[in-house]
């Protein structure tokens, strides 16, 4: 395409943070690409767990794009340096005289369409903001497959829901979009898993952050603003963390802070999670309301959160009515065990059984005969007996951060 008095915007990639319309374009041009004559070549890929094919410009294609009329041309350019470093971009030419309708409107509606078609093609992505390595997330948690009390699990959807159709509430209170959820309970009781299952709820891309790799508050600031919009920010082990300020470094109750200051000037809707195995061992000013809204127990399983693994690894909708289910059920309420190790349990064969891959068989009574033998063995074991509340329960932090 000629243009007589063209202008090119130069759209690179970056990571810190990361250039929204050079991402924005990677998913918006291969729709419009697809449809298009002058196009050459396309490159297809798909995982296993994807349920579609992702498409990707090559370098060198040029897209053609209308909007209100106006001709435009993208062309991807990649570029490699001796070095190895490698240099991406789009560049986006049109007629001079279009430039202020394509910079407010043109770029603006290809950002809100690559959110569309990202809804639409349930890709997630898992990013660690330290290193900003970054891979699709696969995670095949979701709130049917997590086991835990299902008024808890009702209670974490609702305020979920409630909290992405807030918008012009923490635009009216000028408050940040966020919300703060505390996941704490032992290892192995879902805390990850439950992580997973929003991302997959919400369709909002994950971003890891390890706080003890971060030594200044411009390197926590870069890696902040890293995070798009429509995330999750998870700060895993929170306790072993807290100790940032002897030298001078930033602590958790500023680094809330500091998200609120950055996050209450720009910004969609930010989830941020932070677990911890030991709250007892938590700065008590983190727990006081409004610094996280959300605190949610992940406990030992329960009877309840049983019957959840039972239905999803063996298939059983009526465990109630089995003739082991009283003595499992009696079994958990006074034993520690977490759901990883029922899941882990479940997911064994008997030792003397032949391993057969093609065997998918799941022989119910035996699996449970084997878990009431497994409990048994931890009741006996006795350290490990119950000796806190073993529900699962939701306190939420005060009520001061969201009252209208
Ligand atoms: N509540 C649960 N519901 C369903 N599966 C669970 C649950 N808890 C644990 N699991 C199973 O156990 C595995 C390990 O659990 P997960 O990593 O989510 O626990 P965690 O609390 O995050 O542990 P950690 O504190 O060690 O990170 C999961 O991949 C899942 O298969």
Redesign the pocket.
């Known amino acids: 395409m000629n243009y007589h008095h063209g202008l090119t915007f130069i759209i690179p990639e970056e990571s810190s943070p990361s250039n929204q319309v050079y991402d924005a374009a990677h998913l918006y041009l291969p729709t419009i690409h697809l449809i298009n004559s002058s196009t050459r070549t396309i490159r297809v890929t798909k995982t296993p767990r994807r349920e579609t094919v992702k498409l990707a410009i090559e370098s060198g294609e040029q897209v053609p794009d209308t909007f209100d009329g106006i001709d435009l041309n993208w062309l991807y350019v990649v570029e490699k340096h001796p070095s190895g470093c490698v240099d991406r971009r789009f560049e986006l030419t049109f007629q001079k005289e279009h430039k202020d309708k394509i910079m407010t409107f043109y770029l603006a509606y290809v950002v809100r369409r690559s959110e569309a078609i990202k809804q639409e093609s349930k890709i997630l992505n898992l990013r660690n903001i330290n290193t900003y390595d970054e891979v699709e997330f696969e995670h095949p948690a979701t709130f049917e497959?997590?086991?835990?009390e299902p008024s808890l699990k009702r209670k974490i959807i609702k305020d979920l829901e409630r909290f992405v159709s807030r918008r012009e509430f923490y635009k009216k209170v000028g408050k940040a979009w966020k919300r703060g959820y505390l996941l704490y309970?032992p290892?192995?009781?879902?805390?990850?898993?439950l992580i997973a299952a929003i991302a997959n709820y919400l369709k909002f891309d994950v971003f890891e952050l390890e706080l003890d790799a971060i030594d200044s508050d411009s390197e926590l600031k870069r890696a902040l603003l890293s995070t798009t919009n429509r995330s999750i920010l998870v700060i895993e082990d929170i306790d072993c963390s807290v100790n940032k300020d002897k030298e001078n470094r930033f602590t958790l109750s500023g680094l809330l802070n500091f998200m609120d200051g950055l996050w209450s000037s720009c910004g969609d809707e930010r989830i941020i999670v932070f677990?911890t195995?030991h709250k007892d061992r938590l700065d008590p000013v983190l727990l006081r309301p409004g610094r996280m809204d959300v605190h949610i127990h992940?406990s030992y399983c329960t009877p309840s959160?049983f019957r959840i693994?039972a239905s999803n690894y063996l298939g059983v909708e009526d465990l109630d009515r089995h003739p082991l289910y009283g003595e499992i059920a009696g079994l958990l309420e006074s034993t520690k065990v977490?759901?990883?190790d029922v899941?882990e349990d479940f997911l064994r064969k008997n030792d003397d059984d032949v391993v057969d891959d093609d065997d998918d068989e799941v022989d119910v009574d035996a699996a449970l005969e084997r878990v009431a033998k497994f409990l048994k063995l931890r009741k006996l074991e006795g350290a490990n007996n119950i000796d806190e509340p073993e529900t699962q329960e939701e306190e939420k932090a005060g009520n001061g951060s969201e009252s209208e």
Do not use: E, F, V
């Open positions: 497959t997590i086991a835990m309970g290892p192995g009781t879902g805390k990850s898993s677990t195995n992940m959160a693994l977490t759901p990883a899941c």
